[in-house]
């Protein structure tokens, strides 16, 4: 079976470029969440899929692969015969966080993936609550000088996103403050509301309603510029040049897929991604488009993955 599979693909691959493109794709594409289903990255793929269907000619299943911290969707991807039918929704885990954070992930980070195009980028923001004397960055960094290993933020779990820009804070800041890890965003926020912990990083969708109503303080977002989405609100690299700790989502497909099938697969994704309407969609949920050519998503990965293993090195985090 593996023989003739292998003997199918080679002569698959030995046809011109512009026949794969053409015969692609020839059925139904996965599109592996690997996270489970009701989260933002499932939502977020799911969204996508309807009109990608729309713009192959092919149904777009989105698949939930959950575990191991996104690397067994991430494995599934890699695995998969590099056709173009099986997609990974990417986030920060499987390629530019998760070889820094575990002993070892059961893929090659760089090789076994095909980068495709950017996708979002969901804009942190820091926010502390009310009863903390900081009404910038700055004076969060000197209280937390003044109060070294006293100040705590809460996060959704050891090695999330909100951990990894906690860590950051720390890193560029040259601070020492308490990272209280949670089972998820819920507790995390119960805690921050009630004053339990001083602040939390976290997505604008989650930290900015109580920040409006008064419940929270919004003290910056963690993109390298000032997002659009709240302009009024500083960068906090403003503050701490090179912080940027906002989600990076993507597609890829599997490592050594032809470049005339990615190059339909970035053709119809930029496309939806530069429809006003979608955009529209996708802003009001606190998310910034990200279309990319698949050699821009190749540097942005790279440039993810160098800057979380200098963070991660210097708090000494590792997940088993």
Not at 68 to 86: E, W
Request: hydrophobic letters at 45%; glycine letters at 10%.
């Amino acid at each position: 079976m593996k023989t003739h599979r292998r003997s199918i693909l080679a002569a698959a691959l030995a046809l011109p470029a512009p026949a794969l493109a053409q015969g692609f794709p020839s059925r139904p594409i996965r599109l592996v969440c690997p996270f489970a289903a009701g989260g933002s990255a499932d939502a977020s793929a799911r969204q996508l899929a309807e009109p990608l269907s729309a713009a192959l000619g092919q149904p777009v299943v989105v698949e939930n692969r959950p575990g191991g911290g996104a690397t067994l969707g991430a494995q599934l991807v890699a695995r998969a015969a590099p056709d173009g039918h099986t997609l990974l929704y990417g986030t920060p885990g499987p390629q530019s966080v998760n070889p820094h954070l575990m002993r070892s992930v059961p893929y090659d980070p760089v090789r076994d993936f095909a980068p495709v195009s950017g996708y979002k980028r969901a804009p942190n923001l820091l926010a502390v609550h009310p009863s903390l004397p900081a009404q910038d960055l700055a004076q969060l960094i000197a209280l937390a000088k003044a109060r070294p290993g006293t100040l705590t933020f809460a996060s959704s779990g050891v090695g999330s996103s909100s951990h990894l820009a906690g860590e950051m804070l720390k890193f560029l800041g040259g601070v020492d403050i308490t990272h209280v890890p949670y089972r998820g965003t819920g507790p995390a926020m119960t805690d921050l509301l009630s004053g339990t912990v001083a602040m939390a990083l976290d997505t604008l969708s989650i930290l900015l309603p109580p920040a409006r109503a008064g419940s929270l303080r919004a003290l910056g977002v963690t993109t390298p510029q000032r997002s659009r989405l709240v302009p009024e609100l500083p960068a906090l690299a403003e503050t701490l040049p090179g912080f940027d700790a906002a989600p990076f989502n993507y597609i890829a497909a599997t490592g050594g897929t032809p470049p005339a099938i990615v190059a339909r697969l970035n053709q119809a994704i930029v496309g939806i991604l530069n429809e006003p309407a979608y955009r529209a969609r996708m802003e009001a949920l606190g998310e910034e488009a990200t279309p990319s050519s698949p050699e821009e998503l190749a540097e942005t990965i790279a440039r993810e993955s160098a800057r979380w293993k200098q963070v991660i090195e210097a708090a000494g985090i590792r997940v088993e």
